[in-house]
């Protein structure tokens, strides 16, 4: 099945400077990659994603990029603020047959932003 | 558009108790994920339904966990009996098609268990 590296476990970074998490995955199968954000005692919600024929994508202060040869995708924060302080998961899906698509999660990254 | 709804939120039982956890995805969703996830960890998929039929259960602990969708809306996860590494919270999600790539899942707002 798949498996899914993602590091660092925790980052802090001054108010207004970038934040780079990464995430590494196993199955050369695996053609979408979701990132969540979750905050203290909330649900997980989904910050941006991926497709594997895409090599970046951005939504304002966020932007994700895709190396399918090296099976790595990365999550960038611009201009990070405070409220983006939250623990943030990458995912991967790969096709695990008759219509299964299992998301497999990072372990997750602790983001920081001190004001 | 409501969320995905759960309940309770907080449960806590001693082991080898069973517990039951709900679910009601957001209206006219076809596929439902349950989700374990356990303290400091990335949620894990338990349980996969399309409808009210079962796509994916193979990492689900069929000795002691059980879960239905009937009707094809609401679910239920039952744990019978519980042990104390089933302490996690388990997160109900939905999402609008058959799920892979572009499907987003929408998570509930997840029940935390605690085994004593």
């Known amino acids: 099945g798949e498996n899914v590296e993602q590091h660092p476990s925790t980052l802090s970074v001054q108010e207004g400077d970038s934040a780079v998490i990464k995430c590494t995955y196993s199955?050369?199968?695996?053609?979408?990659f979701p990132w969540y954000k979750q905050e203290l005692g909330k649900r997980p919600q989904l910050i941006i994603d991926i497709r594997s024929n895409v090599g970046e994508k951005k939504d304002q202060r966020i932007a994700v990029t895709l190396n399918k040869t090296a099976k790595h995708f990365s999550l960038h924060i611009t201009e990070t603020q405070p409220e983006d302080s939250a623990v943030y998961f990458c995912a991967a899906i790969p096709y695990s047959g008759a219509g299964s698509y299992q998301l497999t999660f990072g372990k997750g990254t602790k983001l920081s932003v001190i004001p | 558009e409501a969320g995905v709804a759960q309940s309770p939120r907080y449960k806590i039982i001693e082991k080898r108790q069973s517990v039951a956890f709900w679910c009601n995805p957001i209206?006219?969703?076809?596929?439902l994920y349950w989700y374990q996830q356990i303290l400091g960890q990335g949620p894990k998929l338990l349980i996969q339904f399309q409808n009210n039929g079962v796509v994916d259960d193979s990492q689900l602990p069929k000795d002691r966990f059980s879960a239905e969708r009937l009707k094809g809306v609401d679910s239920t996860l039952k744990i019978q009996p519980a042990k104390l590494e089933d302490s996690a919270v388990y997160l109900c999600?939905?999402?609008?098609?058959?799920?892979?790539?572009?499907?987003?899942?929408?998570f509930g707002p997840g029940t935390r268990l605690t085994v004593l």
């Open positions: 999600a939905s999402s609008s098609r058959g799920g892979g790539a572009g499907d987003t899942q929408y």
């Open positions: 199955d050369s199968a695996s053609n979408y």
């Open positions: 209206s006219g969703h076809a596929t």
